[in-house]
């Protein structure tokens, strides 16, 4: 059973900062293209970030209004994929999910608010 | 970036109806290796987005074959045969075409 459990959500100060993980089983994650999307108050989908394979070298790509802030990585001996998120905004409030776009996390809550 | 644009909003339909949710892309998403990069998703009430069609008309592993989609390189069609019960939810058509991935607004599933 493919299992995607993303961690490290919660209620966060303007400007401050959260790692988000999501360990995962169930597929070969070491060849799997990794990404980290989002979802808005108002239902919108908004990806943010991928990271490739190795084959690929771990080729990285962001949304451009998150680059300099987000950073993604892998860690293909835990089968596991994280989000650095820094200086947050209100605006960055959302369900975020890991995804392969075939299979999706649970979704963890972001809530940035003073 | 690539803007998806779905229609209607929403759709109310009564059990065993077909239905059908429309997908426009700002940019051709046929790729030179012929697949067109375009996914449809559905949201269930409380649930993550699951995958229903991949590459324009490719049924995912365990959908129903009640759900179908086609297309062209700019307009795509995603129709519910026999809608029950179980399809309620907000559907997404997205774009993996190129990044930024887009996504449309969705279209919200009622039952009458």
């Known amino acids: ?114 | 970036d690539i803007v998806m644009t779905q229609a209607p909003l929403s759709v109310s339909v009564t059990p065993g109806e077909s239905a059908s949710i429309s997908c426009r892309s700002s940019k051709s998403l046929l790729h030179s290796n012929g697949i067109t990069y375009v996914y449809w998703y559905l949201q269930k009430p409380g649930k993550s987005p699951q995958l229903l069609i991949y590459r324009m008309s490719n049924l995912a592993s365990g959908v129903p074959d009640r759900f179908s989609g086609s297309g062209s390189e700019t307009d795509f069609t995603l129709k519910i045969s026999r809608v029950e019960a179980e399809d309620v939810g907000i559907y997404y058509c997205g774009q993996l075409l190129e990044n930024p991935r887009t996504f449309g607004g969705g279209t919200k599933l009622e039952l009458k």
Do not use: H
Request: charged share 20%; with cysteine; aromatic share 14%.
């Open chain 1, 1 to 114: 059973e493919v299992q995607l459990v993303e961690t490290g959500g919660g209620l966060v100060q303007p400007g401050n900062s959260l790692k988000l993980s999501c360990a995962t089983s169930g597929f070969t994650f070491s060849t799997a293209w990794m990404n980290w999307i989002r979802q808005t108050p108002g239902k919108r989908l908004e990806w943010l970030a991928q990271i490739e394979d190795k084959s690929n070298n771990y080729f990285i790509s962001y949304l451009e209004s998150v680059k300099g802030r987000f950073t993604i990585s892998r860690d293909d001996s835990k089968s596991s994929v994280y989000l650095q998120m820094n200086n947050l905004k209100e605006e960055d409030t959302a369900i975020y999910y890991c995804t392969t776009y075939s299979y999706w996390g649970q979704g963890v809550m972001v809530t940035v608010s003073s």
